[in-house]
């Protein structure tokens, strides 16, 4: 975590403790919201962090690039490490099922996009919301 603190006092920032909590706990659930990032931290050992220090500890380590978040749905959106940002999420309308799908999938929609719009998308951040197999077929 050397390497953190050099980064984050390069952002006129200090590497905090419970800054460092939070990292660690996004590294461990993958996927979370903040208020499992908040439950994870209280369940490391530590003393319990409001929310609001998570909230701004993420904020934090995601303008170093350290993480990343996703809207999979309309509530809390879900932070990862941002070296697990290298694929596209896809949500179910009818179950809730979250799945995965490699970011290149979406190239062709980004190029397009690009050369219609000028503008270059970024779909990291965003969530396809469908129906899954199973869903599908029930109707």
Known sequence: MSDLGAQL???GKRLT???E????AVGRLGHATP??????VGDDGGAALPVSTVYRSLD???ELGLVGHT???HRSPSYHLAEHATHLH????GCGWVGEVPLQMADELVARVDDQLGFA???SHAAVHGLCRTCREAL
């Open 71 to 73: 809207h999979v749905d």
């Open 17 to 19: 403790t419970q800054r």
């Open 35 to 40: 208020d499992e990032i908040t439950d994870s």
């Open 90 to 93: 896809v949500v179910c309308r």
């Open 21 to 24: 909590r939070v990292l660690a």
């Open 121 to 123: 998308a970024d779909v």
């Open 60 to 62: 934090a380590l995601q």
């Open 9 to 11: 006092r390069a952002r």
